[in-house]
């Protein structure tokens, strides 16, 4: 019969490798606290940042007469040639936006500047990097170019209400010769039909 005192110890006893292992944990458990760490510093001073220097490019627009004066009037909608450069202006509303179709050319840079007049809309042209929300009061402005010619959907991608799935515009991007033989007439271009 075996006595207590020679009875295997219920206690584990430390070996080198529960040692290392431990030491392992160890040094995992300071580098994960350290990452938490500095992002959580990184949150609070860019929050800081962004409160005391707000971004220099918000433009604000009063959607309650957007559409009696100013660049978002319906005579400025479309897309313009001045100067060399091409811009494109448009409106977001419950359930469509204006114009409906867009022109643009081909390798030339366009400027996108759009709002929206009654929530929160947005839109993604076909497989390209045009991407964009459009918040009432506020002027979304980003620049783009479009390889290759062809018709592209601009299909609404924040959602906006019941008719959201209808809400859909095109993009007609032609050669910029044929571009710059329409756009050289002053006129806004669109090519939704009269």
């Not at 929050?47 to 660049?71: A, C, F, I, N, Q």
């Not at 909608?77 to 100067?83: E, S």
């Not at 050319?105 to 839109?123: K, S």
Request: proline share 7%; hydrophobic share 45%.
């Amino acid at each position: 019969m075996n006595s207590p005192s020679s009875s295997p110890s219920l206690s584990p006893s430390p070996h080198g490798s529960e040692a290392v292992a431990i030491a392992a944990e160890r040094r995992w458990a300071i580098i994960v606290g350290v990452i938490i760490a500095m992002l959580v510093a990184m949150m609070i001073v860019t929050g800081l940042h962004w409160v005391s220097m707000p971004p220099s490019r918000v433009e604000t627009v009063d959607v309650k007469t957007l559409h009696l004066s100013g660049e978002f009037v319906e005579g400025n909608l479309g897309t313009t040639l001045a100067d060399g450069k091409v811009t494109v202006r448009l409106i977001a509303q419950q359930y469509s936006f204006v114009p409906q179709c867009i022109v643009v050319p081909a390798e030339m840079a366009v400027t996108f500047r759009g709002t929206a007049t009654d929530a929160i809309h947005g839109f993604v042209i076909g497989r390209t990097n045009a991407n964009t929300m459009l918040v009432p009061g506020f002027v979304a402005t980003f620049t783009t170019t479009f390889s290759g010619t062809g018709e592209k959907l601009m299909p609404c991608h924040e959602y906006c209400g019941t008719g959201h799935e209808a809400m859909w515009g095109r993009v007609q991007v032609i050669p910029p010769e044929e571009f710059l033989a329409k756009a050289r007439g002053g006129e806004r271009l669109s090519c939704v039909p009269r």
